[in-house]
Structures are given as C-alpha cells and as structure tokens.
C-alpha cells in the first residue's frame, strides 16, 4: 500500500499550507490516520492524529489551534490544513495509517502509525 504525500513547500512565517495525503489501495475511511514530523536531529513526532471511534482527533500542543486534521471520504484522501505557520513548524511532514482503530486518537500519535507514506518538506522561513 503506498501512500503519496504533497503540498509542501516554502512559505513565510504566518503563511498557510494544505498538505494532503492520497492512497493507492486501501481507503482511508477503514483506517485510524495522522500526520508526523521530523526536524533536523529530533526524532518523528506525532502532529495530528484521527481516530475512528475513540477520542476523535488529537492535536500536538505545539500546533493546536493552528493546523486542522480533516478527511475526505469521496475524495479517499487525508488533509492537513496549517495556518500561522512558524519557523519551528519546519521539518519533512508524514501522513501514516494505522489499523488499531479502537485506540484513541492520543495514542495514535503517541505509538505511531503501522503505514508511512513518504515525506513531504515544509520549510518556514522569511
């Protein structure tokens, strides 16, 4: 199963950016989803994370009240919309799978996805 991640970029801090995730093979309605990050010499981070029935979607207190998780059933493609961007926002973005779909949305970012697409570069800079 691949997963194609796209819609980075560079942007100005307090820019915008809609990252969006497609699949090849499986549909995103039968799974648990999320978007990662990974900075420079720092490890892969859990940004967002949708459930399917438990504690519905999470958000990293880093990003909370910026960046939206969505999904699109018709489309079969996930979303990540971030808004005021800032220069630590910066690092190579994931959006992963998960078949554990009775855990929580928390614990999906917290032990990670079992489907890694490949990353996407965001790159906050003025």
């Known amino acids: 199963v691949q997963l194609q991640a796209s819609g980075g970029g560079l942007v100005q801090p307090g820019g915008s950016l809609r990252l969006s995730c497609a699949a090849s093979d499986l549909s995103f309605d039968d799974y648990a989803i999320g978007w990662f990050r990974q900075a420079p010499g720092k490890e892969r981070e859990g940004v967002s994370c949708?459930?399917?029935?438990?504690?519905?979607?999470y958000y990293a207190d880093s990003v909370k009240g910026r960046f939206t998780i969505s999904r699109d059933s018709a489309a079969n493609a996930v979303y990540l919309k971030m808004n005021s961007l800032k220069p630590e926002d910066t690092a190579v973005y994931y959006c992963?799978?998960?078949?554990?779909?009775?855990?929580?949305?928390?614990?999906?970012?917290?032990?990670?996805?079992?489907?890694w697409g490949n990353g996407t570069q965001v790159t906050v800079s003025s």
């Open positions: 992963g799978t998960s078949g554990l779909i009775l855990l929580g949305a928390p614990a999906l970012c917290k032990y990670g996805m079992d489907n």
């Open positions: 949708m459930s399917k029935f438990v504690d519905y979607t």
